[in-house]
């Protein structure tokens, strides 16, 4: 498979992952204005069941999400043949870290093991390093795609692994920060470079 191919396929992957985690999201909320009639609700057994109820929905769409982020990430680093095994590999281990554990344990692997080899992209892309792989040309390009997959990263180990840390909530707008500044450096690259001066 040709890395245009395996990029074009990893989109339309991503794409529908993520429209179906907007789907659950959304039924989620008109769920819950349903239900927050009852403005006592919270406090009841009902308000346990449904947080666990939208834990098991979305949580499949994480894991998909997850593997499709295990196979972009380490793109930008790997060949296509060593890529496909070391997400073979790190798909494994979190299989059966997930039996033999918990779902928290097998999905905050491979989210820490993602967040390193992020950070480490965005570090050569900022030094400008030669032997990481993108599909766009442009150093500000690159930058935004670094730290929207980051940011990805971020929110997904904050909200799997973090959320009863005290720097839940920081931890979350981080991610935001990163989503954010990350979606207007990747569609407006050539505004941004003009504005700092910088040659893409």
Known sequence: MKFKNYDYYLIILTTLILFMIGAVSLYG??????????????????????????????????VLLLISLGLCIPKRLFEQDVLLKFSAIILGITVI??????????????????????????????????????????????MGSSLLHLGLVVIMLNFVGLRDSPYHLLIFWFGVIFITLGNVLS???????SLIFISE
């Not at 039996?99 to 344990?105: A, R």
């Open 29 to 62: 909320i008109t769920y819950y204005n349903y239900l927050a009639v009852d403005s006592g609700w919270t406090k009841t057994a009902q308000y346990s069941q449904y947080i666990d109820g939208m834990d098991s929905y979305l949580y499949p769409f994480l």
């Open 97 to 142: 870290l997930t039996i033999f554990s918990t779902i928290e344990t097998g999905l905050g692997f491979i989210l820490i093991l993602m967040t390193v080899v992020q950070s480490v992209v965005l570090i050569m892309t900022i030094r400008k390093s030669k032997s990481i792989r993108f599909e766009k040309e442009g150093f500000i390009a690159r």
């Open 187 to 193: 569609f407006y690259p050539e505004k941004i470079a």
